[in-house]
């Protein structure tokens, strides 16, 4: 596996639609350590290195799947913190829903591969 420096992992959590913060609540992982990575302050792990290229793999398959799918494509809206608490969160990513900007940078790689004939996007 390549070293992924700091400033990579950050521009591929970006991409991603996902921040250190999210990720490492998605995997009960320590913040602090993510954080430290993203800010190359300590290298980017082995754990972390394969989980970003195992999301990478995911995104591509959604985004292939949304080019599939006949007619308008229904993306989640962003939850308030008075909607759902961080244990209800938890709960939706560990069945296997990703978080909302996931969704939403998901959606905006399939726009952008579409262009024109992009299907229309509302919010479900």
Known sequence: M????GAELRARL???????AILAEMHGWDPRDL?????????VGARTQRRIHELEEQARREVAELH?????IHI?????????TPEQRRARWQAGDMPDPWHHAITGRYL???GPN???IEYA
């Open 118 to 120: 992009a299907n229309p």
């Open 68 to 72: 599939k799918l006949p007619g308008t």
């Open 35 to 43: 954080r430290r990575e993203a800010a190359g302050t300590i290298p």
């Open 14 to 20: 970006t991409y991603l639609g996902l921040s250190p």
């Open 76 to 84: 989640p809206r962003f939850k308030g913190k008075d909607e759902e």
């Open 2 to 5: 390549n070293t992924m420096t």
């Open 112 to 114: 952008t591969e579409a």
